[in-house]
Nanobody
Framework: QVQVVESGGGLVQAGGSLRLSCVAS???????MGWYRQAPGKLRDLVAS???????NYTDSVKGRFTISRENAKNTIYLQMNSLKSEDAAVYYC?????????WGQGTQVTVSS
């Protein structure tokens, strides 16, 4: 069984930075890991993803501001979020995908104050 645990959310002023971390345990190999976010009243949307080979994908609204990285040996990913905006405020969910199955974390809240 794979467990996904996020950390690093919190309150930050607009223009500030936060770093989210996510660890997936219980499996030797995980293909894709990434982050979704969900703001109140909105759908859960993909923010960024990274494969085991290091290929990354970002939603347009965070390109140039967010960076996803990965430590394969630790099944750990990070999301460095810079120049945060009010519209980035949401619950951020980490996911890990292997053999066609997706595992989700509980989510971590990111609040951006203006």
């Amino acid at each position: 069984q794979v467990q996904v645990v996020e950390s690093g959310g919190g309150l930050v002023q607009a223009g500030g930075s936060l770093r989210l971390s996510c660890v997936a345990s219980g499996s030797i190999f995980i293909n894709v890991m990434g982050w979704y976010r969900q703001a109140p009243g909105k759908l859960r949307d993909l923010v960024a993803s990274i494969t085991s080979g290091g290929s990354t994908n970002y939603t347009d609204s965070v390109k140039g501001r967010f960076t996803i990285s990965r430590e394969n040996a630790k099944n750990t990913i990070y999301l460095q979020m810079n120049s945060l905006k009010s519209e980035d405020a949401a619950v951020y969910y980490c996911y890990a995908r292997m053999f066609g199955k997706t595992y989700w974390g509980q989510g971590t809240q990111v609040t951006v104050s203006s």
